[in-house]
Nanobody, 126 residues
């Protein structure tokens, strides 16, 4: 059974940085396309970033491009999301997601994601 466990959320001030992590078990990590979504109160869940397993390509939502970075550690079976230059509008529950399907570049925005974590809260105060 595939399990995704996020950690690292918290309360920060605008302009700060934060790293959230997602530990993966139950599947060959190197064969998983990994992604991050977020959901703010009263809003739909939205794609934030993705990283393919086959070529390491990444894709970001326009709202976070240049501020957030997705990375993965294939030894620790963990994917990270570095959140930089945080804004109050980045406040949300951040979810880790994965799929064994192959997606590259912009196709990750429309991917069908198979596995989800429970989420970690990130709150940015102004």
């Amino acid at each position: 059974q595939v399990r995704l466990v996020e950690s690292g959320g918290g309360l920060v001030q605008a302009g700060d940085s934060l790293v959230v992590s997602c530990a993966v078990s139950g599947h060959t990590f190197t064969r998983l396309t990994m992604g991050w979504f977020r959901q703010a109160p009263g809003k739909e869940r939205e794609f934030v970033a993705g990283m393919s397993w086959n070529d390491g390509s990444t894709y970001y939502a326009d709202s976070v491009k240049g501020r957030f970075t997705i990375s993965r550690d294939n030894i620790r079976n963990t994917v990270y999301l570095q959140l930089g230059s945080l804004k109050p509008e980045d406040t949300a529950v951040y979810y880790c997601t994965a799929t064994p399907s192959t997606y590259n570049g912009a196709s990750m925005y429309f991917a069908r994601w198979d596995y989800w974590g429970q989420g970690t809260q990130v709150t940015v105060s102004s």
